[in-house]
């Protein structure tokens, strides 16, 4: 096949068949006997000469149907005009395969032909002019040579007048510029014209293209064409290292078939070898070339070689920080840089697709582009330097979360007291939406403080992150972070902070109804408060022990433990401190048969939380006022606090307190013989405790499968 391609097609003729081999660069003619022959113009080709250049498409392919949907729904849309696909994405994703194999699903699509070009990449010294490219598709469509014209705008002309009735498919591979693709689309409405290229052209949509951004496979994707390389039997006997193949190769198929490449000549190699090679970072990059041509560091060494200063500063650097998604003010701050310097240098790693934007605004590294980055070299100490200001960054942001959330908690950490006024956060919820959303980050970064010894960081992020996991759990972080705050805060000598940092430990651990843990844990707590003098922490750790005893049936010991909570938090004048002490009480006294006792404490708690209008506080009060007046058999009364409670809580982002009343509102409804409101109350409460995979969960779906049963 000639560089241009092959040509299939015949023309019937009477005379004696002439065969031809080898390549041909234009138009051969062939004849047993030549008379008189005329040579028509130039505009008026052989009409049998169709080209076939596609590049032969690769044998292990895993279809991208969602892009070939894409493609396809491009082409019906089009009119009477021709489709311009421009398909961009990193270096070995797979664009070229992606471009050949659509073009060839259906060849009754081009009758005329299909036309190639290798443009040259992004390297300008490489680009193939426009000119010189006209040049081999008019002689690939039957133009002799000596009647192509020497000028770009006539060779530009007579390409046009030649495919202005053809229907062709076109693909113009790794385009270095718009400018380089414009005179090489036809002027036939049913020719389509795919485009590929590492960075976006982005005026080609001036001349009405579309343009897909081709990302890498997703992992079970990635390991179908694991299988296609090297069999599906290996696959099934090694799935898990075979997943993890996928991962380290991060989608990338270039990666993912020299891999399987190296795999396949080496059958009796288990593919674990590969993986530890891959998670080697001195050896990862040598594994993922064959020679110079085939190889993925090559590849991204040339996109970074085409990188601005500034982007290329940027891409270095921000693949060292711990977070693997960042925003343009958390780079900005991270890296000492002007936003609007990091939002072009942005622009430009997107366009070249060095970096991804998962989400609007937020920028990431695919995990093979990180590696790559971290291996250039870079300046020592920056790293150390901006991982602080990541931390610091996160810490602050943690700390204006965790205020709009709960306003009236006194705190230790001095972020508290710096803050003033400002907050990023209008709400409560909207605080704890980004605190979920931001979870993984906010634990790398934790464990990026750990990791270096910065102890200061570490307890103040625990005390940051509490109305977080109040909230919304996650208790296996919950309790990992502040075993590790707490032996942070005991190096520092911070006794006041590792009350209050065990305090936030056993109320997980009360959640989780491991009693033993909170006693062992909040003993501690007391008499270290007591040893500080710290009354707020005394107050504190007697509530929790004071949970515990009271889960546990011992209501004697509850009592007394929260009337000693109560004294002290009388003594430090803090009214919500009081409120909190009395509604436990209060409960406890429930518990003890002592209705009157308990409704006069809570009722004093309700006061004080409306005076300094805490909402959610107040809430949790009419909850255990509307347990004891339904204890009472006031359902009246307590569906009313009930009810109150759930308005208070309408937009609260804490599920398992709404939860709470519901089924509190549930018991109203079985006192009520309204089974089916029963139902629907638990099951609302199953749904909002399984959202935070509280441990009430199965006791609620136990309860409702119990009332379903006896109510059919």
Request: glycine residues 8%; proline residues 4%.
């Amino acid at each position: 096949m000639s560089e241009q391609g092959g040509f299939t097609g015949s023309r019937q003729s009477d005379g004696p068949e002439n065969t031809m081999s080898g390549s041909v660069d234009g138009v051969s003619l062939q004849a047993g006997e030549i008379g008189d022959i005329h040579f028509g113009s130039a505009t008026a080709p052989l009409p049998h000469w169709i080209p076939r250049q596609l590049p032969r498409s690769p044998s292990h392919f895993v279809n991208r149907m969602k892009e070939f949907d894409i493609l396809d729904r491009w082409s019906r849309e089009r009119t009477d005009h021709n489709l311009i696909a421009a398909v961009t994405g990193s270096g070995g994703v797979g664009k070229t395969a992606l471009g050949s194999w659509w073009l060839q699903r259906d060849d009754g699509r081009f009758p005329d032909g299909q036309l190639y070009v290798d443009l040259g990449g992004a390297d300008p010294a490489r680009a193939l002019p426009a000119s010189e490219v006209l040049g081999r598709f008019l002689r690939s469509l039957g133009v002799p040579s000596d009647r192509i014209p020497v000028e770009l705008d006539e060779r530009t002309a007579l390409y046009r007048s030649i495919t202005a009735e053809r229907a062709l498919g076109i693909l113009l591979d790794n385009a270095f510029s718009a400018a380089q693709v414009r005179p090489l689309v036809p002027s036939s409405g049913s020719s389509t014209v795919l485009v590929t290229s590492r960075t976006r052209l982005t005026s080609l949509a001036l001349d009405g293209a579309r343009f897909l951004d081709l990302d890498p496979l997703r992992e079970v994707e990635s390991v179908r064409l694991l299988a296609e390389t090297l069999g599906p039997e290996r696959i099934r006997n090694e799935p898990d290292d075979a997943a993890d193949l996928a991962r380290l190769c991060s989608g990338f198929p270039l990666a993912l078939v020299v891999v399987g490449a190296r795999l396949g000549v080496r059958p009796r190699w288990p593919l674990r070898r590969a993986v530890e090679q891959l998670r080697d970072a001195n050896r990862r990059f040598a594994l993922l070339a064959l020679d110079e041509e085939t190889s993925m560091g090559a590849v991204f060494d040339a996109a970074y070689a085409d990188l601005s200063s500034p982007a290329a500063e940027l891409y270095r650097r921000a693949a060292r920080l711990p977070v693997s998604e960042m925003s343009i003010p958390l780079l900005a701050h991270a890296l000492d840089l002007d936003e609007d310097v990091v939002e072009s240098a942005l622009e430009e790693l997107l366009d070249a697709h060095l970096v991804h934007e998962p989400e609007p605004d937020e920028y990431g590294y695919h995990d093979l582009l990180r590696a790559h980055a971290c291996d250039i070299q870079e300046r020592p100490g920056f790293g150390e330097h901006a991982v602080r200001r990541v931390v610091e960054w996160y810490l602050v942001a943690l700390v204006e979360a965790d205020s709009a959330v709960n306003p009236f908690r006194p705190r230790l950490g001095p972020g508290f007291a710096d803050r003033g006024e400002r907050n990023r956060f209008g709400s409560a919820e909207e605080a704890l939406s980004w605190c979920e959303h931001e979870r993984a980050h906010i634990i790398a970064v934790f464990d990026a403080a750990d990791a270096r010894g910065w102890d200061d960081h570490v307890w103040q992020l625990c005390e940051a992150l509490w109305s977080f996991f109040l909230h919304r759990k996650h208790y296996a972080e919950w309790i990992g972070t502040h075993r590790r705050g707490i032996a942070a805060a005991d190096r520092l000598g911070l006794r006041r902070v590792q009350v209050r940092l065990r305090c936030q430990l056993g109320f997980a651990y009360l959640d989780q109804r491991r009693f033993d843990l909170v006693n062992e844990v909040c003993a501690v707590a007391l008499a270290t408060a007591e040893t500080a003098d710290d009354v707020a922490g005394m107050s504190t750790s007697l509530e929790q022990l004071g949970k515990a005893a009271r889960e546990l049936g011992d209501t004697e010991l509850a009592v007394s433990h929260f009337e000693r909570a109560l004294h002290l938090a009388t003594k430090t004048g803090r009214t919500r401190s009081i409120a909190i002490q009395s509604r436990f009480l209060g409960g406890a006294l429930v518990d003890a048969g002592r209705p009157a006792d308990a409704i006069a404490h809570l009722q004093r708690s309700a006061s004080l939380l409306r005076e300094i209008d805490d909402r959610y506080g107040l809430a949790r009060v009419l909850t255990e006022l509307g347990r004891v007046h339904r204890l009472q058999e006031d359902l009246t009364t307590a569906r009313g606090e009930l009810r109150e409670a759930l308005s208070l809580l309408e937009d609260s982002a804490s599920p398992s307190y709404r939860a709470e009343v519901l089924v509190e509102l549930a018991d109203c409804a079985e006192l009520l013989r309204s089974p089916m409101d029963a139902l629907a109350l638990l099951r609302e409460a199953a749904e909002l405790y399984a959202l935070v995979e509280h441990p009430r969960l199965q006791s609620v779906l136990a309860r409702e499968a119990a009332l379903r049963g006896r109510a059919h």
